[in-house]
């Protein structure tokens, strides 16, 4: 039923949009919060095998006072807080803290920025073909129904499998999604999510997604409008200053874009919907980085019946 939804979403957004790939990453725990987390991940992991993908979404789950969060701070520009899941993303969520701990990802840019779509980063070389996880060049960071690609959730590139995460990330913005476009036993929860937020659902079971941006969306919407060149790489480098793991002190929780002041700037899921996504209507763009062979990540849709070798992407 899952593959079905899924697949009927990708067939609608087909017709209408175009979408690209993305990156990889990996980071550990300690002490007594490993031992509940393990126990926490294995208990989600039993329950989410018998959920469809939007069925229970967890992303606006609120941290606790204390609870491990990540912060990306764009030179220029500021700082993105992510709000951590790793009760659904155990392996995830190890390897980013463990990569930011090491300082892995301060100076690296974002080499790939789709409007509409996503940004993403995380490749030391800033050539989408680099990167690698805590655990070695790859792991597999499976996939949660709880969490799905609604605008500002976090996930890893990969090359056409979880099992090929590394260090290559991105954070989506995504469309306005309409109600016509999901089939008639979408989950209601999912389906309210992605008409309020917009998003990319046809990437739901693909990528492992780890993270929700609660506070810096408004930044991660304006990097979404630079300018790029031919593959989508930003004409002007946009660098990770830092990525450094804090502790979330009450700070006000702003998940949606409507949530700050944008003047300026599409305020909106739906206002961000448009021009670029329908230049691009004859294809979809998905988030999956190359193999070895291939010297490229990036990001298909199942609707893609080609291949297309991307720099760690998100098309």
Same mark, same amino acid.
């Given at each position: 039923?899952?593959?079905?939804? @899924?697949?009927?979403?990708?067939?609608?957004?087909?017709?209408?949009?175009?979408?690209?790939?993305?990156?990889?990453?990996?980071?550990?725990?300690? %002490?007594?919060?490993?031992?509940?987390?393990?126990?926490?991940?294995?208990?989600?992991?039993?329950?989410?095998?018998?959920?469809?993908?939007?069925?229970?979404?967890?992303? /606006?789950?609120?941290?606790?006072? *204390?609870?491990?969060?990540?912060?990306?701070?764009?030179?220029? /520009?500021?700082?993105?807080?992510?709000?951590?899941?790793?009760?659904?993303?155990?392996?995830?969520?190890?390897?980013?803290?463990?990569?930011?701990?090491?300082?892995?990802?301060?100076?690296?840019?974002?080499?790939?920025?789709?409007?509409?779509?996503?940004?993403?980063?995380?490749?030391?070389?800033?050539?989408?073909?680099?990167?690698? +996880?805590? /655990?070695?060049?790859?792991?597999?960071?499976?996939?949660?129904?709880?969490? @799905?690609?609604?605008?500002?959730?976090?996930?890893?590139?990969?090359?056409?499998?979880?099992?090929?995460?590394?260090?290559?990330?991105?954070?989506?913005? *995504?469309?306005?999604?309409?109600? +016509?476009?999901?089939?008639?036993?979408?989950?209601?929860?999912?389906?309210?999510?992605?008409?309020?937020?917009?998003?990319?659902?046809?990437?739901?079971?693909?990528?492992?997604?780890? *993270?929700?941006?609660? %506070?810096?969306?408004?930044?991660?919407?304006?990097?979404?409008?630079?300018?790029?060149?031919?593959? %989508?790489?930003?004409?002007? %480098?946009?660098?990770?200053?830092?990525?450094?793991?804090?502790? /979330?002190? *009450?700070?006000?929780?702003?998940?949606? @874009?409507?949530?700050?002041?944008?003047?300026?700037?599409? +305020?909106?899921?739906?206002?961000?919907?448009?021009?670029?996504? +329908?230049?691009?209507?004859?294809?979809?763009?998905?988030?999956?980085?190359?193999?070895?062979?291939?010297?490229?990540?990036?990001?298909?849709?199942?609707?893609?019946?080609?291949?297309?070798?991307?720099?760690?992407?998100?098309?």
């Amino acid at each position: 039923m899952l593959k079905k939804n @899924i697949a009927a979403i990708v067939c609608c957004f087909a017709l209408t949009t175009a979408l690209s790939g993305c990156g990889q990453k990996n980071i550990s725990v300690s %002490d007594s919060k490993t031992e509940a987390t393990t126990s926490a991940a294995a208990s989600a992991a039993a329950e989410s095998s018998n959920l469809a993908f939007g069925e229970e979404v967890k992303n /606006y789950t609120a941290p606790e006072n *204390g609870e491990k969060i990540l912060i990306i701070k764009v030179k220029d /520009y500021g700082e993105i807080k992510i709000k951590l899941f790793p009760e659904y993303a155990e392996k995830g969520v190890e390897n980013i803290l463990g990569l930011a701990d090491k300082s892995y990802y301060n100076g690296v840019i974002f080499h790939r920025i789709i409007n509409n779509f996503m940004i993403q980063g995380g490749d030391p070389t800033g050539t989408g073909r680099g990167g690698e +996880s805590i /655990y070695g060049k790859y792991f597999d960071g499976g996939t949660d129904p709880h969490l @799905i690609h609604v605008s500002g959730a976090v996930a890893y590139a990969n090359s056409g499998s979880t099992a090929t995460n590394g260090s290559q990330f991105y954070i989506v913005t *995504g469309q306005q999604i309409q109600e +016509s476009q999901f089939p008639a036993d979408y989950p209601a929860a999912g389906k309210a999510a992605y008409l309020k937020t917009g998003g990319t659902p046809w990437l739901d079971g693909s990528y492992t997604v780890f *993270g929700q941006v609660f %506070d810096g969306l408004d930044i991660v919407y304006k990097l979404q409008k630079v300018e790029t060149d031919a593959n %989508d790489k930003p004409l002007k %480098d946009v660098v990770i200053e830092s990525a450094t793991v804090a502790e /979330y002190n *009450g700070e006000e929780l702003k998940w949606y @874009i409507t949530d700050y002041d944008t003047s300026g700037t599409a +305020s909106t899921a739906s206002q961000e919907t448009s021009s670029d996504a +329908s230049a691009e209507a004859s294809s979809q763009e998905s988030t999956e980085a190359p193999s070895e062979t291939e010297t490229q990540e990036n990001t298909e849709t199942e609707a893609s019946s080609e291949n297309t070798s991307e720099e760690t992407s998100a098309e």
